[in-house]
Structures are given as C-alpha cells and as structure tokens.
C-alpha cells in the first residue's frame, strides 16, 4: 500500500486497529523483558541501587522531547502540506508527550534527593525540560480553546514550531552551562559511557517505551478521528433540524 | 533481584509514579474511546450519516 493511502483517515483507522493489538503485545513484552534486565542490573558504584531510576528517567526525557520532534514534523505537514492526518498526529501525541516529560520531572526528582540532596535546583537541564512540559501543557490548552479543529491545528503547529527551540537547549544545556545535572553518557559523539550490565537494560527500557508511545499514540488518534466524525455527523444534524431552511 | 538499599523508598516511589501517570493516560484513552464510539453509534441510531456513508 503507497504511504499516501494512510492519509485517507478510514484506510487509517482499518491498519491502525489491525496494528495495535500486536503493538500491544510487543510493548508487553518488551516492557516485562525490560523490568526483568533493569531488576537484576548490578549497583552503580557511586549512586548504589537509586541507578535503576535511570532505567525509567532517561527513556522518558528521551520521550519527552523525541514526541516535541514529531509534533514539529507533524507541524510542518499541517502548515506546508495540509496533510489530512498531521494535526490529529499532532495533537493526540500531545497528552502523551506531557505524560512522559511528567515522569521525567518526577522521577529526577526523586533521583536528585537521595544524590544532590535536593528535589529541585533551576539549573538550565531541569528548568528548561519544566519549560517544555509548560509548553505540552499550552498546547493542550490552545487545543481545547479553539472550536474549529483546522483554525486550532493551524495555532497549534505554529506554536509547536516555535518551542522546538527549546530541543537543543534542552540537548546541550549540560555543556553550555554549568548544572548539577550530569552530561549526556548514552548519546554522545564518543560513544555511551556506560558499562554494558547497564547500558543493555536502559536500550531495552528505552524500546519498550517507544512501543508503548507508539501504541497510545495509534490508540489516541484514532479517537481524534472518531471525535472528529462524531463533530460532523452533529454539525449535519444540527443544520438538518427542522427550522434550519 | 539486588536489594533496593538505603534509598528504596526514593526509588519505589519513582516507579510507582511512572506506573500511576501511564496507568492513568492509557484509561484515558480508553474511555475516550468508548465515548467517542457511544456518541457515533448513538448518531447513527438517529440515522444521521456523512454523505459519503449514503446510499446513492
């Protein structure tokens, strides 16, 4: 099937509902193999046990700004292209996004206390990933202000694009400047920086929430599709009532 | 599975939060699902239809 065909939202919405069940599964599996390997990972030698928080802090910051890059891709296929499925990508991905720049925020808090002795510093690293989450948190409000789905996709993309800048300060705030939090160990020109016994379990936490992205993310917009006939088939109700000519 | 050590409750408390913010965003979806599905069947009962779901 030509990828142009998935821009047909009902060719859409029959592939998606055969993909998900086995996305489903996939990020089952990859999640309880994930669990296990990050269960029986050795002790760091200098953060002892609080290392397994990695194993879900740092997939979910990859998340967190990995689904801003795709919101702005999507952004650009609502601006440029008028692609009939951008904008619902767009905004179904954006609760998820916030979800996981969510858990990111708590769970390196909650690292931080037993390690820096604090829960919070403005340091550039957790000031900007809070910027970003206020921003998911904007267009999910911009989202719900604006009635007419095309005039709300078109704000939204605009503003998407506009926080994409936020990325790379978020990426290389730990170089430019000084912060108490560490720099980049994984993604890194030289290569990761982590012993294997780690580095294995991370990768494989790191794809089971890929897949679990993925799969809300299929799930989310086809209710936005679904929510978007429903708009329809009440817009013709409502025209068709008697007294309406 | 090695012992959680002195900061157990730090880390618990991590994945716990994890397991509550997904478990709460995948029965969103869900539920929106089947309101979305409730609000469509409950449309179509009325018959209304999109012209493209007429018969000719």
Known sequence: MPLIDLANPTRFLKLSGLLLPWLAGAATIALAVGLYLAGNAPDDYQQGATVKIMFIHVPSAWLAMAIWGMMSLAALGTLVWRHPLADVAAKAATPIGAAFTLICLLTGSLWGRPMWGTYWVWDARLTSVLILFLMYLGVMALWRSVDDPSRAGRAAAILTLVGAINLPIIKFSVDWWNTLHQPASVVRIAGPAIHPTILVPLLVMALAFVLIFVTLHLAAMRNEILRRRVRTLMMIEAQAAPGRG | MASLGPHATFIVAAYGAAVVILAALIAWIVLD????????????????TRRSGRPA
């Open chain 2, 33 to 48: 699902h089947r309101a979305q599905q409730r609000a469509l069947g409950e449309l179509e009962k009325r018959g209304v």
